[in-house]
Structure formats: structure tokens, C-alpha cells
């Protein structure tokens, strides 16, 4: 199966010119000196453009921010497909950490918005709505591993977050290039994620 690509996909190109400029320059600064006049700068279009393609910044940086999570929201359906040898809520942790890595070092910015974005007061309704929908998609992971008694007791939610905030510590490092992709502390990094949650019965990773 192809993985999903990063969040800004082909399409308009102008529109698309617009979304791209938006999320680099929010990993560059976030929100403080982000106008429409510097995006357009960015983007190499007049300012008046963005308003032919959205109302305002605020619409314009809520669509990248939902297409951060549409790309993450298909990331981990693509990893948790399946059934049988494989799909234990470990294993699809695993490879979802993987795919997230992979996709800080291919698309820093679209992380950095996808990670940060939700702290932001432009945040809107329907943005929140996909939030809440790549929660509820890593949840069902973590669920998954609570009805196999791989993860410990106590509220998905709660696990789901501990997980997704040891793996964000990675994340943030490869958004910010101090750790490449293939760094020797991501694996453990990523296994110091799933041991947070695992069951105090489960057996952990063992390394040489």
C-alpha cells in the first residue's frame, strides 16, 4: 500500500503556492509576524491573490492546519489496516512512529503545524473536528492494545497521549534537523514510547 503524501498535495497551484508558504513560514515564526503581505511575499503572488483563493489568513492557516491532519489521520489508518501477524497495537505503533519520522524529515513545516498548530487561537471549529478525528484514530490503536492487554490500564486517551508526546519529542528534533531520519536515538526514542504505556506484564525491547 502507498503511504499518504505530506499535507500540501498537487491541485491549484496557486492555492497550493499559498498553503506551502503559510506552513513554512509558521515553522520559521509561528503566528507573531505572519500577515498576508509577507505570506504573498513568500509565495511570490500580490496580496490581493490570497483572496481569491480564502476569506482571510486565518482561513488560509486553518486549511494547512487540516491538511496536516488529514495527512496524519490517513498515516495511521494506513498503519492500523489489517489483521492477523503484525497488527498488535506495538507493532502498528512502531510503524506509525516510523511513518511520522519520516515525514518530519520530509515535510518539517507540515509536522511543526501539525504538532504546534493546535495551541493557536485561529484555530476553528472544523479544524478542531480533524483533531479530534486523528485522536480518535490514534486512540483506536491504543484501545486495540488495551483489548489485547498490551497497554496498561486506565483511559485510552490518557495513553494515547502519553505515547504521542514521547514520539513528539522526536518529531520535534527531526522538524528542527538536529536529528536526521536514520538517528541511532530514534529507534530507542520510539520504543521509550511504547514502554510508557505497555502493560507492567508486557515484555519490553530488548537491545544490544
Not at 72 to 84: H, K, P
Not at 116 to 130: H, L, Q, Y
Not at 178 to 183: C, I, L, R, S, Y
Amino acid at each position: 500500500m502507498t503511504s499518504p503524501d505530506p499535507p500540501v498535495r498537487s491541485g491549484d497551484a496557486t492555492r497550493q503556492r499559498l498553503l506551502r508558504a503559510a506552513l513554512d513560514l509558521y515553522a520559521d515564526g509561528g503566528i507573531r509576524d505572519l500577515t498576508t503581505p509577507v505570506i504573498a511575499r513568500k509565495a511570490g503572488v500580490a496580496e490581493g491573490t490570497i483572496y481569491r483563493h480564502f476569506s482571510g489568513k486565518d482561513v488560509l492557516l486553518n486549511e494547512a492546519y487540516r491538511g496536516a491532519h488529514r495527512w496524519a489521520a490517513g498515516v495511521i489508518a494506513e498503519q492500523a489496516a489489517g489483521t492477523g501477524a503484525g497488527t498488535g497495537a506495538r507493532e502498528v505503533l512502531e510503524r506509525l512512529g516510523r511513518r511520522l519520522v519520516e515525514g518530519a524529515a520530509r515535510d518539517p513545516a507540515a509536522l511543526r503545524m501539525l504538532l504546534d498548530g493546535g495551541r493557536e487561537p485561529f484555530i476553528d471549529a472544523e479544524s478542531r473536528a480533524a483533531e479530534r478525528r486523528t485522536r480518535d484514530a490514534l486512540e483506536q490503536i491504543v484501545a486495540r492494545g488495551k483489548s489485547e492487554g498490551t497497554v496498561r490500564a486506565g483511559p485510552v486517551a490518557l495513553w494515547a497521549g502519553v505515547w504521542l508526546s514521547v514520539v513528539s519529542l522526536v518529531l520535534d528534533r527531526v522538524c528542527t534537523r538536529e536529528w536526521a531520519q536514520g538517528h541511532s536515538l530514534v529507534g530507542p526514542a520510539l520504543e521509550a514510547g511504547w514502554a510508557a504505556i505497555a502493560s507492567p506484564s508486557e515484555p519490553l525491547p530488548e537491545r544490544s
